[in-house]
């Protein structure tokens, strides 16, 4: 995961680990490489000049050109920094209420589907009675595909393929959810381009109807600066209060995980890491921040 991020921040710690006398140049071109890392990396450039003028702030207060070993302090400097970029500590979802709602928004081919699948089977684990609810009245193997998603994890798939109101299939849902005394319901909706008012509508409205407890909105970590972007549109109509990460198995520059949290100040909750069902992490800052430090 973000192998060439990783190995352009490895190289720009060389010089403070190296042998030698530290000076402010060295600390100065060191932070700059950061900057430039970050920026390869696809992280906004906005975001990638507060965190390292962050480091370069820590460095002075905490006297880096002095230490004992310089190189290992502004690394671990480095690492907070990121850290806190990504937001600190792990967030929970929300899963108040009875049912729980939990409303899953996002680009078509984000992984929308695969996620919901993942996330019921990921419920049903600590014991709860889950409802997932196809709610993409545009495409009916969106159904299909949840539905066999939902046999492979043992959760029931509440659709009707010949409702044409989305509104409408989630109400019905949700009725359903509470005569069948599920604890919590996942909505899984249509793939929406952030440009199309009508979709983007239509789920405001899903969610005003449903009122949920948790929307997660579903990005692929490959598409970067896009996926801050998207994330941006759809944290403006939805106020969404999550982030789920995907694709972090493929080839993603780590531009996505590293500035959405910035950019929309919404947490990172979920990393999905492949196709299979129990391919989901919990997302947890510090650890991603060890891990893009190597
Ligand atoms: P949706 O249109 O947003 O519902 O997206 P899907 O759930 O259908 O996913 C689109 C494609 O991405 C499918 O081929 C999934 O198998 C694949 N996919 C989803 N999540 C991941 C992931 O974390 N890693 C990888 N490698 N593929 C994924």
């Known amino acids: 995961m973000f192998e060439n991020l990783q190995n352009k921040l490895d190289k720009a710690f060389k010089t403070l680990k190296g042998q030698g006398r530290i000076t402010e140049i060295n600390v100065a071109a060191t932070i700059k490489e950061v900057r430039r890392a970050l920026t390869d990396a696809d992280v906004n450039y906005k975001v990638a000049k507060d965190v390292t003028d962050r480091v370069k702030q820590k460095a002075l207060d905490r006297k880096v050109l002095i230490a004992v070993e310089p190189g290992q302090l502004f690394v671990k400097i480095v690492q907070e920094e990121l850290t806190d970029l990504m937001g600190s500590e792990a967030k929970p979802i929300n899963l108040k209420g009875d049912p729980a ?25 600590q014991g709860k009675n889950v409802l997932l609810v196809a709610a993409d009245i545009y495409r009916p193997a969106a159904i299909d595909q949840l539905k066999v998603l939902g046999e492979q994890v043992g959760v029931e798939v509440f659709a009707e393929p010949d ?20 604890k919590v319901v996942i909505v899984d909706t249509a793939g929406r ?25 579903v990005v692929d970590s490959m598409t970067g600066q896009d996926a801050v972007n ?44 492949g ?18 430090l190597g």
């Open 163 to 182: 409702n044409k109101n989305a509104v409408s299939i989630v109400t019905n849902a949700l009725a359903h959810a509470k005569r069948t005394n599920k």
């Open 193 to 217: 381009l952030a440009v199309d008012e009508v979709m983007m509508q239509e789920i405001e409205d899903v969610k005003k109807a449903l009122n949920p407890s948790e929307t997660l909105f």
């Open 101 to 125: 709602i939990i409303l899953i928004a996002g680009l078509q081919g984000s992984g929308k589907t695969t996620f919901s699948g993942k996330l019921a089977a990921y419920i049903k684990k």
């Open 275 to 292: 196709e299979k069902m129990d391919a989901l992490d919990i997302f947890y800052p510090d650890r991603m921040a060890s891990r893009i």
């Open 230 to 273: 998207t994330a941006k549109t759809f944290n403006d109509r939805l106020d969404f209060d999550g982030v789920v990460l995907t694709k972090l198995d493929g080839d993603s520059r780590g531009g996505a995980a590293l500035s959405i949290r910035a950019v929309v100040n919404k947490p990172i909750k979920f990393m999905s890491t």
